[in-house]
């Protein structure tokens, strides 16, 4: 098959990188989810929004630009590949996509706006200390009493949640029902009185996640997304949006790129390392992987650019896209050598600490929107058709 980008696409391309070169400088130094970290985000967000990139390939009557999805696909490239802020991987991935599939006209009008100007910040709550993989085993509680649901409980890995001022969240409102078919997906001020959110510190210290509060938080009865008892459905859309996307192909591209560079320039017993045999080999097997993360990703987009969401599909790229990056990077360490584990900051590591840095942080990725074990499920049950255990 010959792939190409139309001539349109490629000179949207070159927008995007020449905005980058001229607007952007990364520094690795600056700690994930730290204040700094997130004025530096909201202030590229800001410069998105003002540009039409930020709701790129939403529809214009929802704040977006009305862009293909092969553009979006491309500027999520090569923004991911140069490590830079502002995307807003919450709101404008997967959130307010939600939001418009299964959201009431009200709900729209309230919240999509804001997402797509950038001015407000929404986090999610799926994952409890019991419920990670087995999502379904959530016991966050939501008991209507009158016009308000009061939610109880606790949700854990909440991304941003110490900057965010909404969170849409799955809570259990029928007990009794299979568990299933007895959970809600609410919106949720976080400013409402009995939210409180903890937070939790990575392996390469930033501070991305946290454990997230309620106690008797009283919201709206309107603020139910889709049906009552039937959030699951609602719920499994938003996965399906979180999983899709080139961001895993173009941190590995990033990485093949760094570590070719680096093989070139390092000389030893003579000669470089580019010219070691099994070095060579290493790096032709990431390029083989990268250039399969990306049909892969290719393949989901051309699905969303006809209309549909992507299951099986989008649980194939990500399952594929994280074991690739991980292993991407657990390979540039080992060629880069004990050097490799020299910290962003740290005099003489090599690339900055790129490849350390991104390397602790890759291990998240595959755990994340769904571990690797529930995305092969649902391409064995879904995609292949095996019965279930």
């Given amino acids: 098959m010959r792939f190409e980008f139309t001539p349109e696409e490629t000179a949207f391309r070159q927008e995007v990188k020449d905005f980058l070169k001229k607007d952007w400088k990364e520094d690795l130094n600056v700690v994930a989810g730290s204040e700094e970290w997130w004025a530096i985000e909201m202030a590229m967000r800001k410069k998105l929004a003002e540009k039409g990139w930020l709701a790129l390939s939403w529809p214009k009557e929802y704040g977006g630009n009305d ?33 418009m599939v299964h959201g009431t006209e009200e709900q729209k009008k309230q919240h999509i706006g804001g997402i797509a100007r950038g001015e407000v910040v929404w986090c999610q709550g799926y994952s409890e200390p019991e419920a990670g993989s087995d999502l379904a085993s959530l016991s966050t509680r939501a008991i209507l009493e009158g016009d308000e649901w009061v939610i109880n409980g606790q949700k854990i890995w909440t991304s941003q949640a110490h900057f965010a001022d909404w969170i849409l969240l799955l809570v259990r409102t029928d007990p009794d029902a299979p568990k299933h078919k007895g959970i809600t997906m609410l919106l949720a001020d976080m400013k409402t009185p009995g939210v409180s959110v903890r937070p939790i510190i990575d392996m390469s210290n930033g501070h991305p996640f946290n454990e997230t509060f309620f106690d008797n938080v009283r919201v709206p009865k309107e603020n139910v997304v889709g049906e009552v008892n ?60 990268v250039e399969v993360s990306y049909m892969l990703s290719y393949q989901i987009a051309w699905l969303q650019s006809k209309g549909e969401v992507p299951n099986k599909e989008a649980s194939m790229g990500k399952m594929f896209g994280t074991e690739i990056e991980q292993r991407t990077f657990q390979t540039a360490m080992q060629i880069l050598g004990l050097y490799g584990q020299m910290i962003p900051g740290s005099k003489g590591a090599p690339l900055h600490g790129f490849i350390e840095n991104n390397y602790l942080k890759s291990i998240a990725d595959t755990i994340q929107s769904g571990t690797s074990e529930i995305q092969r499920r649902i391409v064995a049950t879904r995609g292949l058709g095996l019965p279930r255990e």
Avoid at 77 to 92: K, L, V
Avoid at 238 to 256: K, Q
């Fill in 67 to 99: 862009a293909t999805v092969m553009q979006q696909v491309i500027f999520t490239d090569e923004w991911s590949y140069a490590h830079a802020p502002g995307r807003d991987d919450a709101g404008i991935g997967y959130i307010g996509p939600a939001i």
């Fill in 230 to 289: 039937r959030g699951w459905y609602a719920g499994m859309t938003l996965l399906d949006f979180e999983r899709s996307g080139v961001e895993y192909a173009a941190v590995s591209r990033r990485a093949l790129d760094e570590t070719v560079k680096f093989a070139s320039e390092t000389r030893v017993n003579g000669k470089s390392l580019i010219e070691v045999p099994t070095v060579r080999n290493k790096l032709a097997e990431m390029a083989v992987n």
